[in-house]
């Protein structure tokens, strides 16, 4: 049986030979067998049966794969109907509408950090100075968390997202986000503010719960935003073009954001479920039992998805991607993540119209070893 590809010949496509069949069998690090679906219709045919569970540990780590009784809260881990009662108290709050109220306020959170780029010595690590910091202060604020705490959330919540570390060093990172976020929220049940996880304290969910979910929303709302940031402006950076496109039309700057997403597919194969009966996958069977996961840089690449897939084209209409993922685990925080890039991308080209890489195309780290893909730094000149 094969192995899950991992090698990538080009840093901005899929994993090489992702997309050799549909959907078949591979072998992942931990020995585990689990299908793979790559095909874009099919990819959307398991993502949206909640027959494949979504109970499940492991997968990173060295860890086998097992169901799990998810932890209180954490409902990217939860079936229905538990993952449906905690998603509706949610979803109201990260509306379209919702968001674009947030918009000034973003849009004062990215100029400051331009201005804090502008000042800091050159070459500069766009992902420290610009692309980590603003999903992390607009998601700090959003759920009322302090800014100023980073340090306990931010290298605990890097540990949780590694393809390379121990059960031990998770497990750490887990108690330590749980020990903060408990004592946050009993400081807030003391002394109300105004950010989301407050306005939850009402809403009839336990402590435990409240800790599940703000943790959750803390962590999948920071990396993934910022990678799409500075592996975004990497791209279009190679992409002179299409970059232009961005910075000078306010129009290809909205479309942008679907392409990139769609292009660059951050989150891919990190997702598993686990068929809680005999189901079809196409013309295959998956037996009660076993494992999946599908991937959605390939299903985005799929040439059924639109025309030319290889091709990035920040004007193209936007496409039914996956990058959010489907069905109802789809991401909550799209609307937050897409105004986030839209303002942000536009906002650096204009600002520093010379941005360019400041290393050869070789020395950047890319995270090969992170279930977020993108870079660990990205060292820019202007
Ligand atoms: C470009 C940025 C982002 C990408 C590519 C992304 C991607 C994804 C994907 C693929 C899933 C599906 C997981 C699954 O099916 O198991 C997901 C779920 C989720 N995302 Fe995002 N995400 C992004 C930004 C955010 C932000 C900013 C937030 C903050 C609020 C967020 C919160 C969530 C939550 C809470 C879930 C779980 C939803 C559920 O289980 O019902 N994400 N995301």
Not at 19 to 28: H, L, M, Q, Y
Request: charged fraction near 25%; glycine fraction near 8%; proline fraction near 7%.
């Amino acid at each position: 049986m094969r192995a899950l590809p991992t090698e990538r010949s080009c840093p901005f496509a899929p994993p090489d030979g992702m997309a050799d069949e549909p959907a078949g069998k591979v072998r992942i690090s931990t020995g585990d067998e689990v299908w793979l679906v790559t095909r874009h219709d099919l990819v959307r045919q398991v993502l949206g049966d909640t027959r494949w569970s979504s109970q499940i540990d492991g997968g990173y780590y060295d860890q086998r794969l097992h169901a799990v009784e998810p932890m209180p809260g954490m409902f990217i881990q939860m079936d229905p109907p538990g993952h449906t009662r905690l998603r509706r108290l949610l979803t109201g709050r990260f509306t379209v509408q919702r968001m674009n109220r947030l918009r000034p306020r973003i849009e004062a959170i990215v100029a400051e950090r331009l201005d804090a780029l502008a000042e800091a010595p050159r070459p500069a690590d766009l992902v420290a100075l610009f692309a980590l910091p603003i999903p992390s202060l607009v998601i700090c604020e959003l759920l009322g968390v302090p800014y100023g705490d980073r340090e306990e959330f931010q290298r605990a919540g890097q540990e949780l997202l590694r393809l390379d570390g121990s059960m031990e060093a998770v497990d750490a990172a887990t108690m330590q986000l749980v020990a903060y976020l408990m004592e946050l929220i009993g400081r807030k049940q003391a002394a109300p503010g105004d950010g989301l996880l407050d306005e939850l304290l009402g809403s009839g969910l336990s402590d435990e719960e409240l800790t599940g979910v703000a943790m959750l929303l803390l962590i999948a709302g920071h990396e993934t935003t910022a990678n799409m940031i500075s592996l975004g402006t990497l791209l279009l950076l190679r992409r002179p073009d299409q970059l232009a496109l961005v910075r000078d039309s306010p129009e290809a700057a909205r479309t942008a954001v679907d392409e990139l997403l769609r292009y660059l597919s951050v989150v891919d194969v990190g997702m598993y479920r686990r068929a809680s009966a005999d189901l079809p996958i196409g013309d295959l069977a998956a037996r009660e039992g076993e494992f999946l996961t599908a991937s959605l840089a390939a299903a985005n690449r799929d040439p059924a998805l639109c025309e030319r897939p290889d091709e990035l084209d920040v004007t193209r209409p936007k496409t039914p991607h996956v990058a959010f993922g489907f069905g109802p685990h789809a991401c909550l925080g799209q609307n937050l993540a897409r105004l986030e890039m839209e303002i942000a991308y536009p906002a650096l080209l204009r600002r520093f119209p010379g941005l360019r890489l400041a290393v050869p195309l070789e020395e950047v780290p890319f995270r090969d070893n992170m279930s977020i893909y993108g870079v660990h730094r990205l060292e820019v000149d202007w």
